[in-house]
């Protein structure tokens, strides 16, 4: 069997392999690096719809689908308005994004694979892949492949997931004020969960609805459905709409060690890498920041495992996920207070692991309650345990 070498190989062509491969390939750096990117699937339909937050202007202005200046969230009987001020919240169908990527890396240092990959082994200056078709070498590979030992179900860790099932409605006539989003309303539940449906108004004929939990355990189908029905017709009051597209996720909210799975010459990237933001089910922006990182730290030669998030937002989000996974009916409350007493852009800079120390304190202060210290105290003994 043959084996071809590259200088780069990106397994998976999604948020985090395109953002890293758009990032190595526009840099002058590395024009006559080889780049090989291997998807199982040929990456053409909107698979995801992502949505974001940034300051003014930004790198994908230019392709995205909508973008907005105020949002609500509505939780314990009152609506809670969101001023973004600098801010938007901006989306981006993953279909665009991949359509632009596929173009700009049309280039002849880079090949496209459809293939599975089976395996990825060390070398001693590189790494080897293994396809079901073939095997390639390179000096990096960076696998977007989640490892097979992270499951929901371990309580080893703290485990909970975003998991969601959204409807892209159409209307015959305007019911959307599509000059805000909702982030998350909490008006219908399932049970006691933290469960809340989120809503992207397209249009004043179109939005994009989603069922969406944060907890420990996944729902049928039929379950997402059933509510997204109950809320479409009862809390937005619409009887006739047509459904054009549906998108299901399950996001990893978890403290399982993702980054401790890449090698020297094999490093996990995406959610795989650990790049989902724990407390938030939100990645996309974090793609686009560590894919630049890995860049950097490859012209200098440095460390290319980036996980390297500040030790005070890991303890941030633990504290959270203690208190979503022991006391999942706390959710509704513990956003409300959070959105209520913060303004919108502290929580974004305390997300987006920028805050000042005296803004982490106000936010913690404003959600201090029995579940959130009881949750400070587990946190606490866990640490001093390891
Ligand atoms: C429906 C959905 C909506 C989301 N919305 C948001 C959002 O609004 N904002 C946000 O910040 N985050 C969002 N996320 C979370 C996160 O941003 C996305 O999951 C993001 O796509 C993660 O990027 P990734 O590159 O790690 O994974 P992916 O984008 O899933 O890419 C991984 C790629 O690897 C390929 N692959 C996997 N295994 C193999 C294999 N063995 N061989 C070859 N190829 C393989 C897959 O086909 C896939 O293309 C969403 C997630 C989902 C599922």
Redesign the pocket.
């Known amino acids: 069997m043959s084996i071809t070498n590259y200088d780069y190989i990106i397994?998976?062509?999604?948020?985090?392999?395109?953002?890293l491969a758009l990032n190595l390939k526009t840099d002058a750096y590395f024009k006559d690096k080889h780049l090989l990117i291997?998807?199982?699937?040929q990456?053409k339909d909107n698979?995801?719809?992502?949505?974001?937050w940034e300051k003014g202007r930004g790198k994908w202005d230019h392709l995205l689908h909508k973008s907005w200046n105020k949002g609500v969230v509505k939780a314990k009987g009152k609506t809670l308005k969101l001023d973004l001020k600098k801010y938007n919240y901006k989306?981006?169908r993953?279909s665009e994004f991949y359509a632009y990527a596929k173009e700009v890396l049309s280039q002849p240092t880079v090949t496209w694979i459809t293939?599975?990959?089976?395996d990825i082994q060390s070398l001693d200056n590189g790494a080897v892949l293994q396809?079901k078709t073939k095997k390639y070498t390179a000096d990096y590979i960076f696998d977007?492949?989640?490892p097979s030992n992270y499951v929901l179900e371990d309580i080893q860790y703290l485990n909970i997931a975003?998991h969601?099932k959204?409807w892209v409605i159409e209307t015959e006539t305007p019911v959307f004020d599509d000059s805000q989003f909702t982030m998350m309303d909490y008006s219908l539940k399932d049970g006691k969960s933290t469960s809340f449906t989120y809503i992207l108004p397209y249009s004043p004929t179109q939005a994009l609805i989603e069922f969406t939990y944060f907890s420990p355990d996944v729902v049928s189908e039929n379950t997402y459905d059933l509510f997204l029905k109950k809320y479409i017709k009862e809390h937005l009051q619409i009887d006739h709409y047509e459904v054009i597209e549906t998108?299901?996720?399950?996001?990893p909210m978890t403290s399982f060690p993702f980054a401790s799975f890449s090698e020297e010459h094999i490093i996990k990237?995406?959610?795989?890498?650990g790049?989902?933001?724990a407390s938030?089910?939100?990645?996309?922006?974090?793609?686009e920041r560590k894919s630049k990182q890995i860049v950097e730290a490859l012209k200098l030669n440095q460390n290319l495992n980036v996980d390297s998030a500040h030790f005070k937002y890991k303890h941030y989000d633990e504290i959270f996920l203690e208190v979503l996974t022991k006391e999942n009916h706390f959710g509704e409350e513990l956003f409300y207070r959070m959105y209520k007493n913060n303004s919108i852009q502290t929580i974004f800079r305390f997300l987006d692991e920028e805050s000042s120390f005296g803004e982490d304190l106000q936010i913690i202060l404003n959600l201090t309650s029995a579940p959130f210290i009881k949750g400070f105290i587990r946190h606490l003994k866990s640490r001093l345990k390891t």
């Open positions: 397994v998976g062509a999604g948020a985090a392999g395109l953002n291997i998807d199982k699937l990456k698979d995801r719809t992502w949505s974001f989306t981006l993953s293939d599975e990959v089976l396809t977007s492949r989640i975003q969601f959204g998108e299901k996720g399950i996001i990237i995406g959610t795989a890498g790049w989902v933001k938030s089910g939100y990645s996309f922006k974090n793609c």
